[in-house]
Structure formats: C-alpha cells, structure tokens
Nanobody, 124 residues
C-alpha cells in the first residue's frame, strides 16, 4: 500500500508560480514511478508529468513551464509550476505506480495510487 498527500495548492494570478508537493509513504517498489495529473469537473484526468529514476516526461501543455522533481530522502515529489494560466485551474493529483508505468508511459490518472488532490486556481 502507498499513501500520497499533496500540499501547496492555492490561488494565484496569471503569470505566477506555485510548487506542489506530494509526500509519499508505504511500499517503495510501488512508488518508483511518480506522476502528476489534473482534473476539472466532467473531464478525464490530464497527465502532466512523470518521473521514474532519472527520466522525466511532460505533456506538451506544460512543457517548459512545469518541472517535476523528487527528493528521495524526503520521499517527496514536487511539481514546480511557472507562468501559470487561467486554463491551468484544476484539481491536481499526484499518483504512484511501479517503475514500468513510467517505462511504458501509462496514463497517469490510472496509476495504482493517487492522493486526495489539491486545488489550483489561476485568475486572469
């Protein structure tokens, strides 16, 4: 079992920045691949980024603006979000799975484990 807790959401004006954190606990093998996705009501989760080992992947919608990183000593994964736009408004979730989820580029919203989500609101 893996537990994930996101923090760092909030309200920001367009052009601003936020950093989301995801504190993980539980079976290390089940959280070798960590990802972030976001969701708005009535839509499927949009995968944003994942990190597994030293490799990362980004969706085109956030490439160059968002950065995913992890601090293994703190069991925490981060999503640094810069140049935020109103269309970035959503509930953001971190997710975890075994390493193959990153290798095979699984849909992040379908990873085995997810946190409770944190709201990000970007105003124009």
């Amino acid at each position: 079992q893996v537990q994930l807790v996101e923090t760092g959401g909030g309200s920001v004006q367009a052009g601003g920045s936020l950093t989301l954190s995801c504190a993980a606990s539980g079976d290390p093998g089940s959280r070798e691949c960590m990802g972030w996705f976001r969701q708005t009501p009535g839509t499927e989760g949009e995968g944003l980024a994942h990190i597994g080992g030293s490799t990362t992947w980004y969706a085109d919608s956030v490439k160059g603006r968002f950065t995913i990183s992890r601090d293994s000593a703190k069991n925490t994964t981060y999503l640094q979000m810069n140049s935020l736009k109103p269309e970035d408004t959503a509930t953001y979730y971190c997710a975890a799975d075994q390493s193959f989820a990153c290798w095979l580029n699984y849909v992040i919203a379908r990873y085995t484990y997810r946190g409770q989500g944190t709201q990000v609101t970007v105003s124009a």
